[in-house]
């Protein structure tokens, strides 16, 4: 007789069983055979890389000290070329080495820059060798890396993540690690490194090349981040690369599970649901979540910077004085707007809802980005000034507020120590320990505040939680009763529903009725009816006054969602696969056409892909000065959400529609989930389309 073991083995050997327990799905299956259309530069057999004109940027004097021999590269365009000298093709043909690294965060679509590399480079000459280092900079640093096959391109084309060959975050910032970098470079014999990484992975790009173009190799970057803030401009805003790659997946991504979580709100109408959204400082992803969601709510770091108590300024001017804390929103004020929302909402029954706060509010809010940028600060000194780590040195909450402490009796002995004052240290610790512990993290090693880990979120809802009981205290926070439902419940129960409209309600001509703010418990509805004649001295309150009592009582309650690393692994977009395949075959033209120091882009994102045009943008004339772990550095600009762009203003203006604090349907938008079909308005992001009518609202 056949043994359980033996039957279990037979079971999974038949074809079905093995089918569908296959680690690539048939969805994956199909995903690895998608061809990507490729830019009209690439339909022939050879490219050319043109200098195009008519692009200013101011040189930074440190960035033209620092990389002389790139600070003047010229944007360049990639054409076709059908008929290139004999010359031009043996050189196009010739065999080469190429590194590729991946650095910092995944991003959807890195595998497919690795397969337009590849592709491309085999077309020219199938004995060219292209190597991927492992785990990020450190394999180039530390020399580590495999040849790339075609098996392990096919394996991974339009797929997520980075798995190929990993990613890391170290910073190539030292003559010694640039010396390791520049040996390996030479042990592998590579002709060129291509750094596809975000902004400071860019900087490094620029910094290498500078540091190699000696030794002949050439260093080409790739514009990766999900946080879309790493975007190209030139000085008079003529758009070069509108977005980073990354930033169009993780974003679907995140709006189709909030989307979801608007259908269960509205169906269960029980629960709040607060969306933590990744982003760093920048508020770009939350931006597209708010147009592809319709959030009941969605705050922008950048326009809570911009705001102004119009209040404050007003009294202080009748004072005679100016409030400077009037500029800027605090975290009390943030909290005071989302209850607002919330109980307006509740008036008119709907005391459920979705709430998306991007991942670097804090950086907007005045009061504590001043924490992060001191703590920033003290940090950095601490390890520039001693040999160890500040983490190491004071592995505990407590030792580091000891630490702190003894900073702010240092201050009050030295006029000049201003750095971290007894204000200073009060304020701090007034803020909860797990917030303590969250601003006082290990910064990354480009000296990022790691905003991922900071509970943001349960900071403002804290308040928010706080602040609604004292509102449902006062009764101010009620779930409005439909007037229908009232006269129902009413009526079913024998009452006549216009004699005690007026003595329950406070709007009773209105559709939804709220109970008058003086009855916030049974006591008090019952002392009311009484004291308005409604009831009699020892007489019980009607059970259908009883139960339309207790549905207008909010409960609220908050689900706390936070979304970013599903968002870094997701499968790419059409878009996105569409995308960096090009800027893979784009990468490989630069090295053809001898670039160095250049990144890899695609003009016309927010165009269809028909005007899509592959460029190499010279990386060192968008470098400027800014802090990083105390001191000033160079590096590229990150960007941030423009308050005058078309999709901020159309944010704006739809907000009070979307919040939908009136009777009716809310106005959620249903984002459909990331599939390769490219025949949506979700083709590209709505961010681009509606920033590409920038010149309409001028
Ligand atoms: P990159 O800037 O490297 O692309 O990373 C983006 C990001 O996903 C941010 O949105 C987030 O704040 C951060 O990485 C999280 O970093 P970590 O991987 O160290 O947790």
Known sequence: MESQDERISAFLEKNEVKRVLDKISEETRIRMSFKPEVCEAFTGKYTAVRNVSGFKFYKNKEAERQLPDIIDNPVQQIYREDSPAEDYRQKYCQKRTIGIVFSGGPAPGGHNVIAGLFDAAMRANPETTIYGFLMGPDGVIEGEAVKITREMVDRYRNTGGFSMIKTGRTKIDSKEKVELSRETCARYGLDALVIVGGDDSNTNAAFLAQALIEDGVQVIGVPKTIDGDLQVRDDEGRVLCAMSFGFHSAARGFASQIGNLCTDCSSDVKYWHVCKVMGRVASHLALEVALQTHANMTFIGEDLADYVDKKRLEEAEKKGTVDYTAYGMTLRHLSRVICDGIVRRAAVGKNYGVIVIPEGLLEFINEIQVFIIKLNTIIGEYNHTHDTDFHTDFPLLEDKLDYLRRLARRSREEASFSIWNTRDDDLFNDIPPFFQEGLLMERDSHGNFPFSQVETERVVMGLVTDYLDRLMEQGQY???????????????????????????????????????????????????????????????????????????????????????????????????????????????????????????????????????????????????????????????????????????????????????????????????????????DEDRPLTLILNSYSEDLK
């Open 478 to 680: 009620k779930i409005g009763i439909q007037k229908e439902y009232y006269e129902q419940t009413m009526k079913r129960d024998g009452l006549d529903p216009e004699y005690y409209g007026p003595f329950l309600f406070g709007n009773w001509k209105e559709d939804y009725l709220l109970f008058h703010s003086s009855m916030i418990s049974h006591k008090t509805l019952t002392n009311e009816l009484i004291r308005q004649g409604a009831l009699l001295e020892n007489e019980q309150v009607p059970p259908a006054i009883e139960k339309l009592f207790k549905k207008s009582t909010p409960k609220f309650k908050v689900q706390y969602h936070f979304y970013g690393y599903d968002g870094r692994g997701s499968d790419p977009t059409s878009f996105d696969c569409t995308y960096t395949y090009n800027l893979g075959l784009t990468v490989f033209s630069l090295i053809v056409g001898g670039a160095t120091g250049q990144m890899a882009a695609i003009k016309n994102l927010e165009k269809g892909f028909s005007s899509w045009v592959p460029l190499g943008i010279p990386i060192a004339p968008l470098m400027h000065l800014e802090e990083r772990k105390g001191r000033l550095e160079l590096v590229l600009e990150r960007s941030l959400v423009d308050v005058n762009s078309p999709a901020f203003l159309a944010v704006k203006a739809k907000r009070e529609e979307w919040l939908a604090a009136r009777p009716g349907e809310d106005c959620y938008r249903k984002p459909a989930p990331i599939s390769l079909s490219s025949e949506t």
